[in-house]
């Protein structure tokens, strides 16, 4: 009889040799951020100045292997973009589109109507007909300007108070509540295909939602295109909990809309009286207890951000048939806002990479979760 090991040997070898092969590629495709995500949701981050203008290499190819989704952290705002009535200037935001075309990546645009970072012409209209011309001017001629090359955009940035109520902004006292679904119709009929969002902070407490649904509700019963809601999602070791994010991606789910994360990061430090949103003028005094991991941040703590971090991605996996996009504020703990917001002058560890750009615990929970 002829002998079958020639057989299973070559077999065995077959066998080992894809599951070598299957194992390295679940590998390949899973030492990035993006490529762990890739079949459930972008992964982006918030470029400022010096990153958009790749003024260190480290940080651009960091940038360009983790992420595929950008937005800018602040030169896309109004008084960057618009600096006086008459004069746009588009010189840095240019800069930004071209970096995200260099890196195939996904570009949202952050944000065309916000009554914060609005330069100070903008601030001072008061006159119904003028704050018409101006919100028609603003939006369309931004909006034409990046047509075809903006993917997504915030249209309106927090119009809703905690208590549901409409924020009486500049824009609100000369045009009433008018001027959210106005500011979806221009940036619409700018370019008819861009995805359009209404983005906001809190989004979790129910309160606030309620009136957030009530003002998306309106848009769409005038027939008004809205395509998302953008939870910022700044938030904090132990809350919201995991069950309120959750409520409220179910309940906005309702509205027919995507849902995107689109300013994540998670403070490891106290919150001042019980802060909890991203109400940009709200500042604290600072001093020690406040600021309590001037030079590092302890291991236990790492391991409470990554836990913390482990739990919001599953919650995100769950329901990523809703959630069209997952975006840090920023890079790495260093360029956090959260190091001046809500205290001047602290150190903050919210992001998934340390001051010297190394991966931290938090991002290999980040990586873990995609895998489970
Ligand atoms: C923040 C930036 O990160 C800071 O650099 C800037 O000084 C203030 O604005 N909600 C938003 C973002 O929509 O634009 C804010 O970004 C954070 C809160």
Known sequence: MKSTKPFLLFFSAVITLSSCTAISQKKASQNSLKDAYKNDFYIGTALDINQIEEKDTKTTQLIAKEFNAITAENIMKSMFVHPEKNKFDFETSDKFIAFGKKHKMFIHGHTLIWHSQLPKWFSEIKDTAEMNAALENHITTIVKKYKGKVDSWDVVNEAVNDDGTLRKSVFFKALGEDFIAKSFQLAAAADPKVDLYYNDYSMENPAKRAGVIRMVKKIQEKGIKIDGIGMQSHWHLNSPTIEEIEESILEYAKLGVKIAITELDVSVLPSPYGMQGAEVSQRFANNEKMNPYPKSLPDSMQVKLAQRYADIFKLFLKHK????????????????????????????????????????????????????
């Open 321 to 372: 048939d809703k959630i069209s996009r997952v975006t840090f504020w920023g890079v790495n703990d260093t360029q956090s806002w959260l190091n001046d917001f809500p205290i001047k002058g602290r150190t903050d560890y919210p992001l998934l990479f340390d001051a010297d750009l190394q991966s931290k615990k938090a991002y290999y929970s980040v990586i873990e979760a995609a895998k489970k």
